[in-house]
């Protein structure tokens, strides 16, 4: 069983950056890759990007690659993704997910967050 919970949502104005953090309990965590995915109101829920069990593979939506890094500390079992120039259309709420392999289909992950809600400004 692995519990998620995000943070670092906000405001933030267009070019702007935010780091979330994906924060996780469960002492086989490393065992997990980790995955982002976001939902806009209205729209479908959106692969963001993911990061295999040790961290070398790392898998990113063309709409924010180049944009968005995807990383984890296995020693403080949590995930980040940094997001730099962030755009309007990156607004949504943002959800921490995992399973055993990394995958862009939100049905593969076992484990979901809360939900941390991103907003950028015009």
């Known amino acids: 069983q692995v519990q998620l919970v995000e943070t670092g949502g906000g405001l933030v104005q267009a070019g702007g950056s935010l780091r979330l953090s994906c924060a996780a309990s469960?002492?086989?965590?490393?065992?997990?890759?980790v995955g982002w995915f976001r939902q806009a109101p209205g729209k479908e829920r959106e692969f963001v990007a993911a990061?295999?069990?040790?961290?070398?593979?790392?898998y990113y939506a063309d709409s924010v690659k180049g944009r968005f890094t995807i990383s984890r500390d296995n020693a403080k079992i949590t995930v980040y993704l940094q997001m730099n120039s962030l755009k309007p259309e990156d607004t949504a709420v943002y959800y921490c997910?995992?399973?055993?392999?990394?995958?862009?289909?939100?049905?593969?992950?076992?484990?979901w967050g809360q939900g941390t809600q991103v907003t950028v400004s015009s």
């Open positions: 997910v995992s399973s055993l392999l990394p995958s862009q289909d939100p049905l593969r992950y076992d484990y």
């Open positions: 469960g002492r086989t965590f490393s065992n997990y890759a």
């Open positions: 990061i295999s069990r040790t961290g070398r593979s790392t």
